[in-house]
């Protein structure tokens, strides 16, 4: 069955970097386009970063366009999110998954190809 785990969160100050981690299993990775979605408490979980099959291509969201870089490694069944100049904003739990929609351009987290999500990553940006 498909099994999205991420990993590498935690706490970073204002202005510090954090690299995120989404190790898969269970479908083959280099047929999906990709993506980072986060839930800040209260609020609904929204888009982040998406990245095409061969890496070639990358969307962000505004918030986080210039700061974030969403990236893969296919062979590692493994997609990135290294995320820089870090604001207290960015606090969330960040998931991945496929986006979908049409040629997975929903940034809708309901959307999303696998319906069963992984435990998410807390980032924590605090001073």
């Known amino acids: 069955q498909v099994q999205l785990v991420e990993s590498g969160g935690g706490l970073a100050q204002p202005g510090g970097s954090l690299r995120l981690s989404c190790e898969t299993s269970?479908?083959?990775?280099?047929?999906?386009?990709m993506g980072w979605f986060r839930q800040a408490p209260g609020k609904e979980r929204e888009f982040v970063a998406r990245i095409t099959p061969d890496g070639g291509s990358t969307t962000y969201a505004d918030s986080v366009k210039g700061r974030f870089t969403i990236s893969r490694d296919n062979g590692k069944n493994t997609v990135y999110l290294q995320m820089n100049s870090l604001k207290t904003q960015d606090t969330a739990v960040y998931y991945c998954n496929a986006p979908g929609g049409l040629s997975g351009n929903s940034r809708r987290a309901a959307d999303a190809v696998f319906t069963s999500w992984g435990q998410g990553t807390q980032v924590t940006v605090s001073s």
């Open positions: 269970g479908f083959t990775l280099s047929n999906y386009i």
